[in-house]
């Protein structure tokens, strides 16, 4: 039992340059979401999702993408990326929308050039 | 809309020096407040979860509390291991997610 798998742990990206972050349950959790997390700014909220096939938007989605096509699978795709986006990345999942707690990845580093 | 606040935002103790944590919440129904730890360069990890003021929770060192505003989380006579950053999130009515306050960074000196 994995619980919640980020790859990769570190990535350099030119500015401009598109790629997807990865993030992979083995929990068969219904709810997943990403985060970002900068100095000062605490987690802050991309997207997240409540079941395969639906996805949601959170405080802060420009310049990020998701789909769910599968329970186990949740990628965050940048399409341009920017100096902004640098940041820490962390996927969560839990069993449901309900008063359940979260399990975190061990995150992606991103610098964005 | 939901809101954490959590304070200090950072805290010195000696190792043996108990204290407390604070964080403040408002959101619209409240259906859990979670407490995580989160080690420098790893996720956060789950420490506990309370759903109704007046609830207790507690492990090894860490005991925390609610009420109907704020919760509180207390080391007792902590350890250089004990050292990290603790994250305080509340999770509203809906599929609203897990909101975070920006974190207490907890420093224990031998």
């Known amino acids: 039992n994995a619980g919640v798998t980020q790859t990769p742990k570190f990535q350099v990206l030119k500015t401009g340059q598109s790629m997807t972050l990865q993030c992979a349950q083995d929990?068969?959790?219904?709810?997943m979401s990403w985060y970002r997390q900068d100095p000062g700014m605490g987690l802050r909220l991309i997207h997240y999702?409540?079941?395969?096939?639906?996805?949601d938007q959170g405080e802060v989605p420009n310049g990020y993408n998701v789909s769910r096509s599968t329970t186990e699978d949740f990628p965050l795709r940048l399409l341009s990326a920017a100096p902004s986006q640098t940041s820490v990345y962390f996927c969560a999942s839990s069993y449901s929308v309900g008063a359940t707690e979260a399990f975190f990845g061990q995150g992606t580093r991103l610098t964005v050039v | 809309e939901d809101q954490v606040t959590q304070s200090p935002e950072a805290l010195r103790l000696q190792e043996g020096e108990s204290s407390s944590l604070n964080c403040s919440y408002t959101?619209?129904?409240?259906?859990?407040l979670f407490w995580y730890r989160q080690d420098p360069g790893k996720g956060p990890e789950f420490l506990f979860t309370?759903?109704?003021a007046g609830e207790e929770k507690e492990k090894e060192r860490l005991k925390a509390t609610l009420t109907k505003k704020e919760s509180f989380l207390h080391i007792t006579a902590p350890k250089p291991e004990d050292s990290a950053t603790y994250l305080c999130a509340v999770r509203g009515s809906g599929n609203t997610p897990l909101v975070f306050g920006k974190g207490t960074r907890l420093s224990v000196i031998a």
């Open positions: 929990m068969n959790h219904e709810y």
């Open positions: 999702s409540v079941g395969a096939g639906i996805t």
């Open positions: 309370l759903y109704s």
């Open positions: 959101v619209s129904g409240l259906r859990g």
